[in-house]
């Protein structure tokens, strides 16, 4: 399974607090994911159709990966929220919990008498994560809001992209998954408050703010120079020599000379240590300016070598330069293998499944990484039950639609 992810030893530092995650698609149910690996007892709440992140991407067996990977250590149980019967079972669930997260649009709980007000009522020490594109708050308060919209809003696309090119959106969903890993940050702070204090409270957290704030100081240098960041590519305004370089057996390494000794151990390795000696080198401006010799003389190395030639001068000289991987270089390399950046979790059908290990490694509270992500409704019968639900309240329940059938669940009405 990989370094940390070992099903044995310690609980998790979150052992023992309970999180609900009603929240649907990525952003949300990440923060449930992240802390669910390290020891929390998450109860995914979803619609009867399911969170829509089942039907997300790559499939196999009808069944989406992306799921697989962020529904792992999660027990579900499908509730109508809508319905008086599913909001009843919510509410009885808080009681139990010590996190909800949910991401409908601002003001969907509260039409259900499901509001923070209502739920910090019936558990005062609830920390209440609220997940919506553009906050709580604001002009923009009811706009639907995807990962999309706020890497466009946010700065992202507009800096992403060649120079000549059009402003340039990730492929993967990447102000969700920081605005997940924010959620999860926020939620172990207020966790903490409620500790000390038996005081539980709202986190509104929007999609669009996590990822302008990581985009730096362009705020501050348009406010204080005037300065409108604009696209180029590999190239930054703060780190020379910098980029992806093409390698003569077709392969890539990028490399970083964000300092000045860097930069010259860079030049070094390449065979122009006179350029280390130029009066512009010592600053970065002068190398900014020089921007394109510099580029010119590390891309003429690195297209007459191989990609594992170019490496080895480089870690030979101490330069900071790596490899560009794909997914399948990833899978197999043996230090993310060994650290278990890359583990297996077990699949009821499919056996092991390689996903990403822990995000974090914590010495006397590891975290783990064991199962994939639940049928829909598979803990359905078990979780009502615990909250006092009859089994013919249940078998209603499934008639009416308020919960979906669990799908080969022992047990189950």
Known sequence: MGEGSSPDGPPGPLAGVRVIDAASVYAGPLI????????????????????????????????????????RHKRSVTLLLSDPRGAEALRRLVRTADVLVESFRPGTLERWGLGPETLLEINPRLVVVRVSGFGQTGPYRERPGFGTLAESMSGFAATNGEADGPPQLPQWPLADGVAGLVGAFAATMALRHAERTGQGQVVDLSIYEPLLWILGAQLTAYDQLGKVPERQGNATDFNVPRGCYRTADGGWVALSGATLPAARRILTAVGRRDLCEEPWFGSIDGRLAHRDELDAAIGAFAASRDREAVLALFAEAGATAAPVYDVADIAGDPHFLARGTVTRAEHPDWGPVLMQGLIARMSATPGRVTGTGPRLGEH????????????????EMIRDGVVAPARDEPGAP
């Open 32 to 71: 449930g994911t992240l802390m669910g690996d390290f020891g929390a007892d998450v109860v995914k709440v979803e619609s009867p159709a399911g969170d829509a992140l089942r039907a997300w991407g790559w499939r196999k067996d009808d069944e989406s990966l992306w799921w697989s990977l962020i529904g």
């Open 380 to 395: 359905t019968a078990e979780i009502l039950g615990e909250l006092g639900f009859s089994r013919e309240a249940l078998r």
